[in-house]
């Protein structure tokens, strides 16, 4: 079964891919959807699409949403990146609409604030006046509308889906509004579990414009090209997963899982690289103590850099983390980086997920 949702998955992938779609489109697109979110997933390197169960799925993978314990869960995360010059923020929330489905809504903003704005710098006499100075943000913000629901007829599978709304802001300068749509399907038999994911199945559409009114002195100042409105496209990309529950006896359980990421935007620095089709593998284990305390382990970021001397290496960036679950609350922590393999600027990452239940009468 899972093995058709995959194949309609990739289908459906090549038919939304034109040619001249390939050709276009760049290749890091709304790349701050690539983060991540939760620190369970990123201390086992994103390899969650087949063990997503909890609020976050409506990131990793909507169909996981409808296995989420409690009438409401709430998911936050804050986490600074480059020094603290960029900060991201995630809050998400995800309910049952019965007793087969569930829906989420969750947010995203990245972003570097307080960017000094010098272009009024110099008044109209040609003093410098530090008193024009002004300031801005670069954010891009996500809005994720998620449900997904239970399978009547196949037990064990689950389906999903996002609707995604994108706002990218440089000051006011430049804003873009998109759209995209996800779909995930979950499949369990027994202890083994599978996952697929196809984030922005019909290409994400990002409509660019531009300020050129207060922009376009400056430009010709500094010789530069006045930036035209236009679209930026985010191409699909097809995410697989397995895993396998590993039990002994009931207090002790481990659950590696494994993940494939399909990119279709052409070659790309990682372990199978090639045009237009390049794939990405991680792996992520998470060992836990009778569901109270959890050990975790990822390793992604497989790719081969160049040195100054022309010499070649393989790098990969390891991820790791830890958590405890009291009653409906879940405190994690997670060490890893974002950015390029082999690099020492690793990140600490916190996450909060809180399960709310009605009382009883």
């Known amino acids: 079964m899972i093995a058709r949702l995959c194949c309609l998955l990739i289908l459906l992938l090549h038919f939304c891919l034109s040619p001249a779609q390939a050709q276009n ?14 620190a369970r997933s990123l201390g086992m390197a994103g390899s969650v699409v087949a063990s997503a169960s909890d609020v976050t799925s409506g990131y990793w993978n909507p169909a996981g949403l409808v296995l989420g314990k409690g009438d409401l869960q709430i998911g936050l995360m804050h986490s600074e990146y480059f020094a603290g010059i960029a900060k991201y923020d995630y809050g998400a929330v995800a309910a049952p609409m019965d007793a087969t489905s569930t829906a989420g809504v969750s947010i995203i903003r990245f972003a570097i604030d307080d960017i000094i704005d010098s272009t009024d710098l110099i008044d109209a006499d040609g003093n410098i006046n530090y008193d024009r100075l002004k300031s801005f943000s670069a954010a891009d913000y996500a809005f994720l509308f998620s449900y997904a629901r239970q399978s009547k007829k196949i037990e064990g599978l689950r389906l999903g889906g996002n609707v995604k709304i994108i706002h990218r802001k440089v000051g006011d300068f430049a804003n873009a509004w998109g759209f995209g749509l996800d779909v995930g399907a979950q499949y369990q038999k027994d202890k083994w579990g599978f996952g697929a994911v196809g984030k922005d199945i019909t290409s994400t559409f990002n409509a660019w414009k531009y300020n050129t009114e207060e922009l376009e002195d400056v430009f010709i100042q500094t010789g530069n090209e006045i930036p035209q409105n236009g679209l930026e496209l985010t191409l699909p990309r097809l995410i697989l997963g397995i895993n396998y529950r590993f039990n002994f006896g009931e207090r002790f359980s ?51 850099l160049e040195d100054f001397d022309g010499r070649k290496s393989w790098q990969t960036q390891p991820n790791f983390g830890v958590g405890i679950k009291i009653k409906s609350v879940s405190i994690d922590y ?28």
């Open 254 to 304: 481990v659950l590696p899982e494994a993940n494939l990421d399909f990119t279709f935007d052409g070659k790309r620095n990682v372990l199978v690289a090639s045009n237009p089709v390049s794939v990405d593998p991680h792996f992520g284990v998470e060992a836990s103590y009778r569901d109270f305390i959890f050990i975790r382990g990822g390793l992604g970021g497989i790719q081969q």
């Open 25 to 38: 489109a760049p290749k890091y697109s709304n790349e701050f959807l690539s983060i991540g979110v939760g």
């Open 334 to 361: 997670a060490l890893t980086n974002i950015g390029s393999s082999g690099s020492s600027l690793y990140s600490n990452i916190f996450s909060l997920k809180f399960a709310f239940f009605k009382q009883k009468k």
